[in-house]
Every structure is written in structure tokens, then in C-alpha cells.
């Protein structure tokens, strides 16, 4: 399988910069996936989770408040407020959690977004 490049980049810096499969992300119109070799878009960002399958098939999700996505065929760029990674390497998973939650309730988005948000990073903290 063809791997993208995604980097993911806050006000303090990237935070993840790697060669992943997939990436799964919270668009303004709805959720989409990004493969290699995706059509080039530019896209918003709401407030939810990016879901990430690396190349050794482990699953990250970052919990993000808002932003936006540039996806070109080789790379994607996600440009984000604020973002809280729930990678698993954590050793204090429920810390993250709590700090994904505190991010997502800050936003402006409606309620519905964010407690759907929230289900999302509860479940994948389950998984990781």
C-alpha cells in the first residue's frame, strides 16, 4: 500500500509529521478519508477527532477544536487550533482523555458537535 505523508501542525509547533496509510478527518461538510494519491482539496476543519492508520497499522486519534486541510497527492497538511494526540504511547491514557475533552467543550461549535466529539475520543481511548 502507497503511503501519504501527513503533517499536522498547531500554533506551537508540528506535532506529527510522519508517513501514514490513511487519515480519517472531521471536514466542515462531514467526515472524509485521505488516501495516497487523493485528488488535491483544501478543506475546513470542525471540531472532532483525525483518525490515523500508520504504516505498522496502529490507530491515533487527535482530538482537534478547528482549522483547515490541504491534501495533495503525495502530502496533507492539517493547519489546527489546538490539538490533543491519543496515540497509546501515553502511559496516562485518562489524562489525555481528559485534556481531548477540555479541548473540544472550549470550541465554539454547536453542542451536538462537540458531544459527538467527545463519544469519538472516548471510544477510540477504548481502542487504544
Not at 490513511?22 to 477527532?49: D, Y
Request: charged share 25%; proline share 2%.
Amino acid at each position: 500500500m502507497e503511503l501519504l505523508k501527513l503533517e499536522i501542525v498547531t500554533p506551537n509547533g508540528v506535532i506529527f509529521d510522519k508517513d501514514v496509510k490513511q487519515v480519517t478527518l472531521p471536514g466542515s461538510e462531514g467526515e472524509f478519508g485521505v488516501l495516497a494519491r487523493h485528488a488535491s482539496l483544501v478543506s475546513l476543519l470542525t471540531t472532532g477527532v483525525i483518525v490515523i492508520e500508520t504504516k505498522e497499522n496502529k490507530t491515533i486519534a487527535v482530538a482537534i477544536n478547528s482549522g483547515y486541510v490541504k491534501v495533495e497527492e503525495e502530502k496533507t497538511t492539517c493547519i489546527v487550533d489546538g490539538a490533543v494526540a491519543l496515540d497509546g504511547e501515553d502511559n496516562d491514557i485518562s489524562k489525555a482523555l481528559e485534556s481531548a475533552k477540555e479541548l473540544l467543550k472550549s470550541t465554539e461549535a454547536s453542542n451536538i458537535a462537540i458531544a459527538s466529539a467527545i463519544t469519538k475520543v472516548e471510544q477510540m481511548a477504548k481502542i487504544i
